[in-house]
């Protein structure tokens, strides 16, 4: 079946640094990825939708020059969150759809830790 | 899309059903049922999702009634490894329509 594969799984990284996270799928094309963010014991939030050779759209509340995202080719879209800062600690989890099934996959989230 | 109600938690003993149920009272006639799972720490696993019917699959059967207002997830014989979140999301088909979580039944299977 259809793979989502997220990188790093777990990442720490000083306040007021900026780190990248990849999702990539796979074995399939995606022109649309999503993006969520999950703090601990709380659902998974949609933070933005990742469109492939165009802009990505803000769920209302998501800053976008902090949560930088690149939908650059159609198996790779990443993630910056920006001058990271301790409350941004948070598990991110991108999803991809398949376009020939429009079945949605999910990566296996990454672990970010401000410190 | 339509906003679903679950229990914040269930226990199941292992090897019996479990049978997870959601309410979706608003829901439309274009918006299918969607169910997926989140086991500790990992990103969220697709289960099984239909529209009217009845639908199964290797890993469980989903019961939509027939006014469509609530669904059940039935897992036939649970496992300790079925102990995850499980969420019930109803959204239109087709293109660039997304996924919004509720906040899940947290399913605990017990030996």
């Known amino acids: 079946g259809a793979v989502v594969s997220q990188h790093p799984s777990r990442v720490i990284c000083k306040s007021g640094t900026s780190v990248k996270i990849e999702c990539r799928s796979l074995d399939f094309q995606a022109t649309t990825m999503f993006w969520y963010r999950q703090f601990p014991k709380q659902s998974l939030m949609l933070m933005a939708t990742?469109?492939?050779?165009?802009?990505?759209?803000?769920e209302q509340g998501v800053e976008k020059d902090k949560f930088l995202i690149n939908h650059a080719s159609l198996t790779l879209s990443t993630l910056t969150v920006t001058s990271a800062h301790p409350e941004d600690s948070s598990f991110y989890i991108c999803?991809?759809?398949?376009?020939?099934?429009?079945?949605?996959?999910f990566g296996s989230g990454t672990r970010l830790t401000v410190v | 899309d339509a906003k679903t109600t679950q229990p914040t938690s269930m226990d199941c003993a292992e090897g019996r059903a479990a049978n997870l149920p959601c309410n979706h009272s608003?829901?439309?006639?274009?918006?299918?049922v969607y169910w997926y799972r989140q086991i500790h720490s990992q990103g969220p696993q697709y289960i099984i999702h239909g529209l009217k019917n009845n639908e199964t699959n290797e890993m469980a059967s989903l019961i939509i009634t027939e006014d469509r207002k609530s669904s059940t997830l039935i897992l036939p014989h649970a496992t300790l490894r079925d102990t995850a979140v499980y969420y019930c999301i109803v959204r239109v088909g087709g293109n660039f329509n997304k996924f919004y979580f509720g906040s899940g039944t947290k399913l605990n299977v017990k030996p």
């Open positions: 608003t829901i439309s006639g274009n918006e299918y």
């Open positions: 990742s469109n492939e050779g165009s802009k990505a759209t803000y």
């Open positions: 999803s991809a759809r398949e376009e020939v099934t429009y079945g949605y996959t």
